[in-house]
C-alpha cells in the first residue's frame, strides 16, 4: 500500500512522528503537502463536510481509510509494520503511552505560547517565561522521569523490552526537540535520565532512521514549529 500523509510543508511538528513511523517501517508514502498542488489538496479534504474529515494535520490517507490525529494513525501503522506488540493489551498499552506524549507535547507548545497559538510569541513574553520555569521544574522531570522509569524497569533497550515501537521513534523526537529549543536546560537536565538518553541513540543508529535524519525529507527545525529556540527562555 502506497500511503498518502498530509502535513504543512515547512515545519515538523507533530506530522514527524508519523514520518518517524513511516520511515523505520521503510514504507511506501508520499509527504503529499509538499508536492506541486500538495496544501490545496490537503486543504480541500479538510473542507469537505460529509463522511469522516480530518479537522486537522496530520492525517493519513491509506486506501479508503483517511486517519487522523497522530496517536490513531501511528495505532494503525504500528499494527502493520511490526511497530508495536501484536497482543491487544501491549498494543492498547503503546497507545496510551503515544497518548501520554501527546499530552507532552502540547505541554511544550505552551512553553512559547501559553496564552493561545492566535498571539504572537511577541505578545506574551512574560507568560512563556513564567510557563517555561514551571515546565521544567515540575513538568519536565514527571514526564521523562516516567518514561527513563518504565526503560529500567522493563530491562531492555527499549521502553516495552527488546523491540523497538513507535513510542520509541517518538521519544527519540522529543530528547531532539528539547535539546533544539532548551539546549542549555536539557545540557543540565541530561544526567537525570541516562537511559532515555541511551534510547535515544540506539533509534537514531536504526539504519533506516539513519539514513532518514541525514536525507532532505527530515526538515530542520525552526521557529515556526512545536519545538522553537528563543534565548530568554532557554537561561
Same mark, same amino acid.
Given at each position: 500500500?502506497?500511503?498518502?500523509?498530509?502535513?504543512?510543508?515547512? &515545519? +515538523?511538528?507533530?506530522?514527524?512522528?508519523?514520518?518517524?513511523?513511516?520511515?523505520?517501517?521503510?514504507? $511506501?508514502?508520499?509527504?503529499?503537502?509538499?508536492? %506541486? /498542488? /500538495?496544501?490545496?489538496?490537503?486543504?480541500?479534504?479538510?473542507?469537505?463536510?460529509?463522511?469522516?474529515?480530518?479537522?486537522?494535520?496530520?492525517? *493519513?490517507?491509506? /486506501?479508503?481509510?483517511?486517519? !487522523?490525529?497522530?496517536?490513531? #494513525?501511528?495505532?494503525?501503522?504500528?499494527?502493520?509494520? !511490526?511497530?508495536?506488540?501484536?497482543?491487544?493489551?501491549?498494543?492498547? @498499552?503503546?497507545?496510551?503511552?503515544?497518548?501520554? &506524549?501527546?499530552?507532552?507535547?502540547?505541554? #511544550?507548545? $505552551?512553553?512559547?505560547?501559553?496564552?493561545?497559538?492566535?498571539?504572537?510569541?511577541?505578545?506574551?513574553?512574560?507568560?512563556?517565561?513564567?510557563?517555561?520555569?514551571?515546565? @521544567?521544574?515540575? =513538568?519536565?522531570?514527571?514526564?521523562?522521569?516516567?518514561?527513563?522509569?518504565?526503560?529500567?524497569?522493563?530491562?531492555?533497550?527499549?521502553?516495552?523490552?527488546?523491540?523497538?515501537?513507535?513510542? $520509541?521513534?517518538?521519544?527519540? +523526537? &522529543?530528547?531532539?526537540?528539547?535539546?533544539?529549543?532548551?539546549?542549555?536546560?536539557?545540557?543540565?537536565?541530561?544526567?537525570?535520565?541516562? =537511559? *532515555?538518553?541511551?534510547?535515544? $541513540?540506539?533509534?537514531?543508529?536504526?539504519?533506516? &532512521? %539513519?539514513?532518514?535524519?541525514?536525507?532532505?525529507?527530515?526538515?530542520?527545525?525552526?521557529?515556526?514549529? #512545536?519545538?522553537? =529556540?528563543?534565548?530568554?527562555?532557554?537561561?
Amino acid at each position: 500500500m502506497r500511503y498518502q500523509l498530509y502535513y504543512w510543508p515547512t &515545519i +515538523q511538528g507533530r506530522g514527524e512522528y508519523v514520518l518517524l513511523a513511516l520511515e523505520e517501517a521503510g514504507a $511506501d508514502y508520499t509527504d503529499v503537502a509538499r508536492g %506541486k /498542488g /500538495g496544501m490545496g489538496a490537503m486543504m480541500k479534504m479538510m473542507d469537505v463536510h460529509k463522511g469522516t474529515p480530518p479537522f486537522a494535520p496530520p492525517f *493519513l490517507e491509506a /486506501g479508503k481509510l483517511v486517519i !487522523g490525529q497522530t496517536a490513531n #494513525i501511528l495505532l494503525y501503522l504500528g499494527a502493520r509494520h !511490526g511497530l508495536a506488540p501484536k497482543p491487544d493489551a501491549g498494543k492498547l @498499552w503503546v497507545h496510551q503511552l503515544q497518548l501520554t &506524549i501527546t499530552d507532552f507535547v502540547m505541554e #511544550i507548545h $505552551d512553553t512559547h505560547h501559553p496564552l493561545g497559538p492566535s498571539l504572537y510569541y511577541e505578545d506574551q513574553k512574560a507568560p512563556a517565561k513564567k510557563r517555561t520555569e514551571e515546565f @521544567w521544574k515540575s =513538568r519536565v522531570p514527571k514526564y521523562l522521569g516516567y518514561f527513563e522509569d518504565l526503560v529500567a524497569a522493563n530491562g531492555g533497550a527499549f521502553v516495552t523490552g527488546r523491540r523497538a515501537t513507535y513510542v $520509541d521513534l517518538s521519544l527519540f +523526537q &522529543i530528547v531532539e526537540g528539547l535539546r533544539y529549543a532548551f539546549p542549555n536546560r536539557m545540557r543540565g537536565f541530561e544526567k537525570k535520565v541516562p =537511559r *532515555l538518553l541511551e534510547l535515544h $541513540d540506539r533509534i537514531a543508529e536504526r539504519p533506516n &532512521i %539513519k539514513a532518514y535524519l541525514a536525507s532532505e525529507r527530515r526538515i530542520p527545525f525552526n521557529e515556526d514549529g #512545536i519545538f522553537r =529556540r528563543y534565548k530568554a527562555l532557554d537561561l
